[in-house]
Structure formats: C-alpha cells, structure tokens
C-alpha cells in the first residue's frame, strides 16, 4: 500500500463559456491510496504495478479518480533502487507523468 500528495501545478487551458472561450490558469491535487505488486525478473531487474483510487483536493463535482502506475526498475548494489515510473489518474487527460525514483533501503 503506497499514499502520498501529487500535485499537477497550474496550467493555462482555454475553458468555453456561455460569454467564449476564456483563458482559465487550471491545477490539480490528489492524495491517492494505491496497493502493488513488484517481480523480480532476475535479482537485479523487476516489473511492478500499482493501482488504486485518488481524492482530488480541488473543489470539483467528481472527487475520485482511479490511478494506476506500471513500472520497472533495478537494484544496484545492496541498497540503491532505481526505478522509473508511468503513473496515470484518469479523471482528466492533463493528469499523467513520467516519474524517476531514486531510493537507498536501510537494513536493520
């Protein structure tokens, strides 16, 4: 299970009105609940997925969106995790992104 804040910063859209089109500055937040899965392909290289459902922050008529996130990624060492990510809410086609995570694993 994986949580967080993902926030789309402000991007200006053209919004059709009663009055026309109107510039319209548009940004997006969600704090999304994910669960997953990762395969190991060999002790390096691994496949993952994660989906779930996100609230949108934004004062919208529809407040969840469904979020999925396929990825791969490799193992370097004994602790540095490289790991690059497409991650998609589906409530809106501006709300995609490519991510890069970069993480060290501690061992107690």
């Not at 940004?27 to 002790?43: E, N």
């Amino acid at each position: 299970m994986t949580t967080g804040y993902t926030h789309f910063f402000s991007r200006t859209f053209d919004v059709q009105t009663p009055t026309g089109v109107v510039p319209t500055d548009i940004s997006y937040g969600f704090i999304p609940l994910k669960a997953g899965v990762k395969a190991f392909l060999t002790p390096a290289l691994y496949v993952a997925g994660e989906a779930g459902a996100a609230y949108s922050t934004q004062s919208t008529d529809n407040k969840f969106s469904f979020v999925y996130a396929p990825s791969v990624g490799t193992i370097i060492g004994n602790h540095l995790d490289l790991n690059v990510k497409y991650e998609d809410f589906t409530i809106n086609n501006n709300t995609k992104q490519l991510a890069l995570r970069i993480a060290y694993g501690f061992k107690w």
